[in-house]
């Protein structure tokens, strides 16, 4: 029996087996289903995927994706400009967002604090959060980092850091699913989590 396809399919099934959240049972039968789909729904994905890389960029001040930097959030003069909510990922945004219980700035470090996978410090976007809060306009910074181990540790270091700043650090209510994504938490409760949020 073989162990892969010839040539072209056996790449297409690669790339999507690369991809986060997918396996190599899922990314077959994606690959099965693009074979077989009409040629418009091919080219809309690989439009898709051409258009993402060539016009989607990270903000210059807060890391989020968008089109143009800064994005539309930074550049909206109606939102409030003294709180910083810190978050890991974009998608950790949109998260937030979706609450309707938040109206201030972001800040997106690009993931957390994580010995095992090597991630330090040093990796994240720490040092232009700190520059932020140099113009002396924002005075809080929520974490809102995810409920898990290196969140957790993501949020001690961030309110070690920031307290001798003299800026009102404060961090989500207990209450998210403990060991998660933040994206995995509903709106109500993230909702609930961002208004009850205490003094880090
Ligand atoms: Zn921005």
Redesign the pocket.
């Known amino acids: 029996m073989a162990l892969a396809y010839d040539g072209a399919i056996q790449r297409l099934i690669d790339a999507f087996n690369r991809l986060p959240g997918i396996g190599p049972k899922g990314a077959q039968r994606i690959a099965f289903h693009l074979l077989s789909a009409p040629d418009e729904e091919a080219n809309e994905l690989v439009e898709a995927i051409e258009e993402v890389k060539a016009k989607v960029r990270f903000?210059d001040?807060?890391g989020?994706v968008?089109e143009s930097s800064?994005?539309p959030?930074?550049a909206d003069p109606r939102r409030d400009h003294t709180i910083i909510c810190v978050v890991e990922e974009p998608k950790d945004v949109m998260s937030v967002e979706r609450t309707r219980e938040y109206r201030g700035l972001?800040h997106v470090l690009g993931g957390a604090i994580n010995p095992m996978a090597n991630v330090g410090p040093e990796d994240l976007s720490i040092a232009k959060l700190l520059d932020r809060l140099k113009t002396n306009e924002v005075q809080e910074v929520i974490l809102a980092l995810d409920p898990n181990i290196e969140g957790e540790a993501t949020t001690t270091y961030l309110s070690r850091l920031l307290t001798p700043v003299g800026i009102k650090v404060t961090r989500l209510a207990s209450g998210l699913p403990v060991g998660s994504d933040l994206e995995y938490a509903d709106e109500i409760t993230l909702g609930r989590a961002l208004a009850g949020r205490r003094e880090a």
Do not use: G, T
């Open positions: 903000c001040i807060c989020n968008c800064p994005c959030v930074c972001y």
